[in-house]
């Protein structure tokens, strides 16, 4: 059986690459490619995937529709992660959110979660809050495997 850590295992080499899968109004499949890691829930403590969006399509997706799909690979083997989506950001504020800061460092804790690096975390910062980035966890419902 494969587990949520053996899934994100498999693009770790990537810095957590991953195709995230969302349903449209229309119940077509909106794709697309993101960083994906793996962390503590910031309320429950459990392990969730973890990433972050900005703009109109995939969160109006979730909002609407909070089932996706995440997929990671490494060649030919690949494990796949479904889940309802979770979403913490500037518009989407979940009880346990409440500090501009709370945000920014789960946005920070996220982007390392899934491989990433920076050099000026200020920078970064006043790039997310600029954006209104949201963060994306997913509690896994089923995972799955070629392997």
């Not at 995937?49 to 609407?64: I, P, Q, S």
Request: no cysteine.
């Amino acid at each position: 059986m494969t587990t949520l850590r053996d899934a994100v295992a498999l693009a770790a080499a990537e810095n957590g690459l991953a195709v995230v899968s969302t349903v449209r109004a229309d119940t077509t499949v909106q794709a697309s490619l993101v960083n994906v890691g793996l962390l503590a829930h910031p309320e429950t403590g459990q392990d969730v995937l973890g990433f972050t969006t900005y703009g109109k399509v995939k969160l109006a997706n979730l909002r609407e529709r909070p089932q996706l799909a995440v997929t990671f690979r490494a060649g030919w083997q690949w494990a796949t992660v479904e889940g309802r989506a979770e979403l913490a950001g500037p518009d989407d504020a979940p009880p346990w959110l409440t500090t501009d800061d709370q945000l920014r460092l789960l946005l920070r804790e996220v982007f390392t979660a899934a491989g990433g690096t920076h050099d000026d975390w200020d920078t970064y910062d006043r790039v997310m809050a600029r954006e209104r980035r949201a963060v994306v966890l997913i509690a896994p419902t089923r995972v799955y495997s070629n392997g």
